[in-house]
């Protein structure tokens, strides 16, 4: 489900006009006009912000006072005006840590981007394989329907010669019927996959008529050992090592607030009866006694540890998981290839030969219907074993975040 150079090229600005849709077509738009990836490149924007607020020195501190101005009557007492500007220094690296925190932030909102682009990519391709099998099966139906068709045309011919009795009539009707209700909700179940489809880049209406794909395309599927070595570059596994970063550079920031800031100022005092100044000098600094951020140290500990914790469940969930669906593909490849070998070609043949000795009275009507029932079952059957098998390969792309025929090309390339 990755999207490659070809498919980032495509330039879609009427694709939502056209009669058939293509899966690159598909993943252009989503990335485009997909609010939920809107709004997490929203989360990337905001912490541009953040960066700069972190960034910022503090603000000076203008003070002014004046003490026994037209009160006093003590001649010893002499009435003053003072300004004062002072200014916040901080010590330690504080503003160096508040940015590094907010850089390592803003990376940690591109990796959940990351992670949200693979899944959306990911659904958009399981929508697309449902409008195709949607496709694939509404085109067996109506196979099956014609053929049907076929069956009572020839059904009442058999009765008008008395060949047959009317009893093989009326269930070759109602067979007819009951496919016709099977193909009606086929045809129902297509509509509701292209609009789940469009729904993704925001379009309650399709404006396609068909997609184009092929379900029956068939990849490579590496080793088992070579894609778990290959779990690293998993965009979810990378946000989970950057967030065990962050921790630790919000713990850096923790240790340098630890370090007390110093506040200098100046300023001059105006004696207002002897017409003379003074100017001022003045430095504050807390004596760290009680307050030493020993409990916001010891909490972004904590946090450090719990990310890395969080990291590793991350992994072993990707590495069960990526095991899970690899076992399920290997499973799902050797069932179409059976369905396609072994299953469907003698399926055929055998409708085939009954469906011919029907028309000549070698066969009844039931082993005709039957013979044709297990055909076109095994047809669906087919159908959906490679939807499941396309939907397979798209899982293991999503949690290796790369293309099956990217580790096919690496090895060759090795070799």
């Known amino acids: 489900v990755m999207d490659s150079p070809l498919e980032r090229s495509v ?5 939502a006009r056209i009669n058939t849709l293509t899966l690159p077509q598909a993943l252009e738009l989503v990335l485009q006009n997909n609010p939920e990836l809107t709004a997490a490149a929203r989360e990337i924007s905001a912490f541009e912000g953040t960066k700069l607020q972190a960034s910022v020195f503090r603000n000076p501190d203008f003070i002014t006072e004046a003490e026994e101005v037209g009160v006093s009557n003590n001649p010893n007492i002499q009435p003053f005006v003072t300004l004062r500007i002072s200014q916040l220094f901080e010590l330690g690296g504080k503003r160096h840590a508040r940015m590094n925190v907010a850089g390592l932030g803003q990376e940690v909102a591109q990796q959940a981007y990351e992670v949200k682009r693979v899944e959306i990519m990911a659904r958009t391709a399981d929508a697309f394989i449902d409008v195709l099998e949607g496709q694939a099966l509404v085109e067996v139906l109506e196979n099956t329907f014609q053929l049907t068709e076929l069956a009572l045309s020839t059904a009442n011919k058999r009765v008008a010669a008395d060949k047959a009795p009317p009893m093989e009539a009326i269930r070759s009707k109602v067979n007819l019927s009951t496919v016709n209700v099977e193909l009606e909700q086929a045809r129902r179940n297509l ?52 967030q065990v970063t962050q921790r630790e550079a919000m713990l850096a920031l923790e240790s340098a607030r630890r370090i007390p800031d110093i506040r200098l100022g100046a300023g001059i005092r105006r004696y207002l009866e002897l017409d003379q100044n003074t100017a001022l000098l003045d430095m504050s600094i807390p004596i760290p006694i009680f307050d030493r951020n020993q409990g916001n140290r010891l909490e972004a500990q904590q946090r450090i540890y719990q990310a890395r914790d969080q990291r590793m469940a991350v992994e072993f969930q990707l590495r069960t998981e990526l095991t899970r669906v690899y076992e399920s ?27 011919r000795g029907y028309q000549l009275g070698k066969f009844s009507f039931l082993e005709m219907l039957d013979a044709q029932r297990v055909f076109f079952q095994n047809r669906t059957l087919y159908v959906r074993a490679l939807a499941n098998y396309q939907r397979l390969v798209n899982a293991l792309e999503r949690l290796v975040a790369a293309p099956l025929e990217h580790f096919t090309l690496h090895r060759n390339g090795n070799n």
């Open 329 to 355: 593909l290997l499973a799902a490849q050797r069932e179409t290839q059976t369905l396609r070998d072994e299953v469907l070609p003698g399926a055929r043949k055998a409708f085939e030969l009954t469906n």
């Open 191 to 242: 509509a509701a996959a292209k609009t789940r489809l469009a729904l993704l880049w925001g379009e309650s209406m399709p404006q396609f008529d068909l997609v184009q794909g092929e379900l029956e395309a068939f990849v490579a599927i590496p080793e088992l050992d070579r894609l778990l070595e290959h779990i690293e570059m998993s965009p979810l596994l990378q946000q989970s090592s950057k």
């Open 11 to 15: 330039n879609l600005s009427n694709a």
